[in-house]
């Protein structure tokens, strides 16, 4: 599914959207989300948050690796992988209890390797000018759409 966005809300907009289709899914889910830097991966996250835990303040966890926000009916985990060099990095940090814990979204997540969740949503977001975007979301279940 392939959407075309021409403003940050827009792009908001297809996060809300997925967001709805997870908190109806429920738990675990996990998106991995690829995008080059500027992209609007977190401001994808902020509309996937605006019905995960609404109310919260999303910001880039780069810092931090994961971000935890509790104010919806589940957990809604935001991790950015930006500084890590492989999955193997995470062995410790308890990556794996998060993902069965709650919904769970990773920028960068290319840098899991082949070490993606089964069931994992796919987003990739694509600059395609100076605020437009495209928007692929892969793996949704049959049924499922935004």
């Not at 930006?82 to 709650?102: K, M, N, Q, S, V």
């Amino acid at each position: 599914m392939e959407f075309i966005t021409n403003t940050p809300e827009e792009t908001e907009e297809i996060g809300r959207r997925l967001g709805i289709l997870l908190a109806r899914r429920g738990t675990p889910s996990f998106v991995a989300m690829t995008g080059d830097l500027g992209a609007g991966k977190t401001v994808f996250v902020r509309g996937m948050a605006s019905v995960l835990s609404p109310g919260s303040r999303v910001k880039s966890p780069t810092y931090t690796i994961v971000n935890e926000y509790r104010r919806g009916p589940v957990p809604f985990f935001h991790f950015d992988l930006y500084r890590i060099a492989d999955a193997e990095e995470l062995d410790g940090f308890g990556f794996d209890e998060y993902l069965a814990r709650g919904i769970s979204v990773a920028e960068w997540s290319e840098r899991l390797g082949g070490d993606l969740p089964e069931e994992a949503v796919r987003v990739a977001i694509e600059k395609t000018g100076e605020a437009s975007r495209r928007i692929s979301v892969d793996g949704l279940g049959e049924g499922e759409d935004l």
